[in-house]
T-cell receptor, first 114, second 113 residues
Framework: KQEVTQIPAALSVPEGENLVLNCSFT??????LQWFRQDPGKGLTSLLL?????REQTSGRLNASLDKSSGRSTLYIAASQPGDSATYLC?????????????FGAGTRLAVHP | KAGVTQTPRYLIKTRGQQVTLSCSPI?????VSWYQQTPGQGLQFLFE???????NKGNFPGRFSGRQFSNSRSEMNVSTLELGDSALYLC????????????FGSGTRLTVV
């Protein structure tokens, strides 16, 4: 059974720091891994999608890597800003378990203070 | 292009009632999935529809059901509401299956009193 774990559960940092959020999954048979951002009480905003054949994806100050063999992904946020404060979720799309089913981690709650 | 639209945004219902939530996917997306998000359980998969057929279902009781119409719009129904059904219900659409990403709507916040 696929399980996704995110570390740390919460993070509070001063503005300007570079951050690394970690995600691990137990079964490497995945189509892709996706990082989302969620603001309180809101829906999910897709940040980066990494296909299983890819090693990393970049968008602006965000960079996500994928090591499928070790079951790990990291989200790197450069020069953090208060506007980055949110919960960050990673999710995998597994081969097994049926169609179009995402398995989510519990998230990392990030607070960036001025 | 328009994103995933969920209606209503907020809903308050009484125990024992039933509720229907609606989701309109991105134009051209044929797959619609539903998720329940609670503080205790996080995000959990409810079911997925593709071309009007339910292809996958999560571990939820039969009170939770859904359907998809020919225009790919989907509805989710919860009957005999319980207090524990209070949650944020999120809908996601995808182009097809497997290697495509997902776009989520803003969700429907259901409160059962």
């Amino acid at each position: 059974k696929q399980e996704v774990t995110q570390i740390p559960a919460a993070l509070s940092v001063p503005e300007g720091e570079n951050l690394v959020l970690n995600c691990s999954f137990t079964d490497s048979a995945i189509y892709n891994l996706q990082w989302f951002r969620q603001d309180p009480g809101k829906g999910l905003t897709s940040l980066l999608l990494i296909q299983s054949s890819q090693r990393e994806q970049t968008s602006g100050r965000l960079n996500a890597s994928l090591d499928k063999s070790s079951g790990r992904s990291t989200l790197y946020i450069a020069a953090s800003q208060p506007g980055d404060s949110a919960t960050y979720l990673c999710a995998v799309s597994p081969h097994s378990g049926g169609y179009n089913k995402l398995i989510f981690g519990a998230g990392t709650r990030l607070a960036v203070h001025p | 292009k328009a994103g995933v639209t969920q209606t209503p945004r907020y809903l308050i219902k009484t125990r024992g009632q039933q509720v229907t939530l609606s989701c309109s996917p991105i134009s051209g997306h044929r797959s619609v999935s539903w998720y329940q998000q609670t503080p205790g359980q996080g995000l959990q998969f409810l079911f997925e529809y593709f071309s009007e057929t339910q292809r996958n279902k999560g571990n939820f009781p039969g009170r939770f059901s859904g359907r998809q119409f020919s225009n790919s719009r989907s509805e989710m129904n919860v009957s005999t509401l319980e207090l524990g059904d209070s949650a944020l219900y999120l809908c996601a659409s995808s182009l097809a299956e497997g290697g495509y990403g997902y776009t989520f709507g803003s969700g429907t916040r259901l409160t059962v009193v």
